[in-house]
């Protein structure tokens, strides 16, 4: 849910959601979603090896998709995003975002080494899987609201928003590896 909702945002919607909600030129909005992608890259590099010094998976992710969900609320809430704190916020949801990443790591950690492969994929699989289901709603909302943009692209973050708070509710539910192989 997590991964989900990040990569339709920056993957499908982001710059014109800052052009129409924002009044961004469009290199303004896509210079805000190549900090989210920079941040993106950064971040899985660095809670990568956060988690494996503090040998915790999960109290990570926690972290990390708890400030996700706080990333949304400044641009539902329709803060103004000016000079420096649009870029930080962006780069600050691609750090966050980054620690979905940490279920690969779980899954190895927490199935047999035999069964590791088949796990990690379908773990992986699952956030595309989202991803191409959540875009053709998004469109619709969207598509409802064509007199009204800005309004469609509220609602829609609002979904977004409600997965993300589900894939932050769901880092909650999955068992600690203690990055060492359990299974």
């Known amino acids: 849910c997590v991964a989900g909702s990040y990569l339709c945002f920056v993957g499908m919607w982001s710059v014109p959601f800052l052009q129409t909600t924002q009044?961004?030129?469009?290199?303004?909005?896509?210079?805000?979603?190549?900090?989210a992608l920079i941040g993106f890259s950064f971040g899985s590099l660095v809670l990568g090896r956060v988690s494996d010094f503090m040998r915790r998976r999960k109290g990570v992710m926690m972290a990390a998709s708890f400030i996700f969900v706080l990333c949304w609320l400044p641009l539902l809430?329709?803060?103004?995003?000016?000079g420096m704190w649009g870029y930080a916020l962006f780069m600050l949801m691609g750090l966050s975002v980054s620690g979905f990443t940490l279920t690969w790591a779980l899954v190895k950690e927490l199935n047999s080494s035999v069964l590791s492969g088949t796990a990690t994929s379908i773990v992986n699989a699952g956030a595309f899987l989202l991803t191409a289901l959540l875009q053709p709603f998004l469109g619709w909302i969207l598509d409802q609201h064509l007199q009204n943009k800005p309004q469609g692209y509220m609602m829609a973050l609002g979904v977004l928003l409600g997965v993300a708070c589900l894939g932050m509710i769901c880092t909650f539910l999955c068992k600690e590896s203690y990055a060492q192989q359990m299974g």
């Open 23 to 35: 009044q961004m030129t469009k290199s303004a909005a896509a210079a805000h979603n190549m900090w």
């Open 77 to 82: 809430l329709g803060w103004r995003l000016q």
